[in-house]
């Protein structure tokens, strides 16, 4: 595994620039797929996920052209066709994107595979919702020994559904298969994330009929051909959202180039009861520690337009340096307080439980997960030798180095590569010692 060297204890000071939102940019890659001319994505990052769907694409026949200095990405999808199941399995454990590339190669070619998805582990995160979708949809779905093989000999027919948690990755799912699927397709209880928004933008530009409810109900007229779309990128408000708590757990001052107050007030309610300083102009963020005693809280995590859980391990390890008891309540993934034993190793005071610490009604309360979390500070953290755990928990992690006094070793940072577009060149840039091992 790729090893990280950090000298721990200097503020980070300085500028970085944060482009396109990894949870987007994915998905509308896909999206091209359905597309009968060729589709351009803008600000898209150098990151792990965009390499990784770029080859499955590829493997499907679709002319991917990717310039990193630019972020720009065109897709030309006029040659779809069937990947072979050995060079898909070869990308099996990389990403959990093929099962939403099902809808649009359905459409296409009336057929799809997918291997074993691989993904971060942080919870359950199972594909049940997307097979009941496509069942539903009028898709047979076979389990083989190899992944699942699911095919649509008479088309897709428009259908009515209702989830039981406002999935992201289920409401992905049904905009991609719905807009093409014969009828009406109603979906409640949806995710409306501002990825979701921006998907449902770039679809409706590439022709298809969609109208989201204040409710949380999507509504999809199906049509019979779509075209490529032209499509800015939303900027990636969980890496700038990072950089912010890296900033007030070192002592820092970051300037976030390209981070947007609009996909953020939550997260910036929550920093400002901390103590942390922020001012907002046209092109980004400052955030910086106010040099005086950060406060606990208390917090809970939730779906938009609540506080991401996505934000919740990085601004963790600046709740070790507030004064007083925290309380954080994790009520969308199970398996989130995992990255807290490297913490406690550091000598970070974290307490984690199975009840429920907050007012949130909460999948977990009756079940046997640590989703619950105290935090007792401000203690000072010290160097170790640490090894990622996922992306999230791995960022994390990296914040806490800094913030030690001594040298840390930090093991497997490829998966950070995976959501965090050239993170060590921005640690060079804000002033941190970092090399590599």
Not at 48 to 70: A, C, I, Y
Not at 306 to 315: A, H, K, N, V
């Amino acid at each position: 595994m790729a090893e990280l060297v950090v000298h721990g204890g200097t503020p980070l000071t300085g500028e970085i620039t944060v482009r396109g939102a990894k949870n987007f940019v994915s998905k509308a890659m896909v999206a091209a797929v359905l597309g009968h001319s060729p589709s351009q994505l803008r600000n898209v990052p150098q990151i792990k996920d965009v390499h990784v769907v770029s080859e499955l694409l590829r493997l499907h026949g679709v002319n991917v052209s990717w310039d990193p200095e630019t972020g720009v990405v065109d897709m030309d999808p006029s040659n779809v066709e069937t990947a072979h199941r050995a060079d898909i399995d070869a990308h099996a454990g990389s990403s959990r994107i093929p099962i939403l590339l099902c809808g649009p190669l359905l459409h296409r070619l009336g057929e799809a595979f997918i291997p074993d998805l691989g993904g971060c582990h942080i919870g359950d995160r199972p594909i049940d919702y997307h097979l009941t979708i496509l069942r539903e949809f009028g898709a047979k779905v076979d389990k083989l020994a190899s992944g699942i093989r699911i095919t649509a000999p008479r088309g897709l027919v428009g259908t009515q559904v209702s989830l039981p948690y406002p999935s992201v990755g289920a409401t992905e799912q049904l905009l991609l298969t719905a807009v093409q699927a014969r009828g009406k397709t109603e979906l409640r209880n949806a995710a409306i994330e501002p990825e979701i928004m921006d998907l449902v933008a770039v679809l409706q530009r590439m022709g298809a009929i969609i109208s989201v409810d204040t409710d949380r109900v999507i509504r999809v007229e199906g049509v019979d051909r779509l075209e490529g779309y032209t499509f800015t990128a939303l900027p990636d408000r969980i890496e700038a959202a990072s950089w912010a708590s890296a900033a007030l757990a070192t002592r820092g001052d970051i300037y976030v180039r390209g981070a947007r107050q609009a996909d953020m007030v939550t997260f910036l309610n929550i920093y400002r009861k901390v103590g942390g300083d922020f001012t907002i102009d046209d092109a980004g963020i400052r955030f910086r520690h106010p040099g005086t005693p950060l406060h606990a809280i208390a917090l809970e995590t939730d779906v938009h337009p609540g506080f991401m859980t996505d934000w919740q391990q990085p601004l963790v390890v600046a709740l070790t340096q507030a004064s007083g008891l925290s309380i954080v309540h994790e009520t969308v993934y199970e398996n989130r307080f995992g990255f807290t034993e490297a913490l406690t190793e550091m000598g970070a005071t974290i307490q984690v439980y199975r009840e429920c610490l907050g007012g949130l009604t909460c999948r977990f309360g009756q079940k046997n997960f640590f989703h619950s979390a105290i935090i007792s500070g401000p203690t000072p953290l010290r160097a170790a030798d640490i090894e990622v755990p996922d992306l999230r928990g791995g960022f994390s992690h990296l914040i806490a180095a800094l913030a030690a006094e001594g040298t840390s070793r930090v093991r497997g940072i490829e998966l950070i590569n995976r959501g965090y577009e050239s993170f060590t060149a921005k640690l060079e840039a804000l002033g941190a010692k970092v090399e590599q091992a």
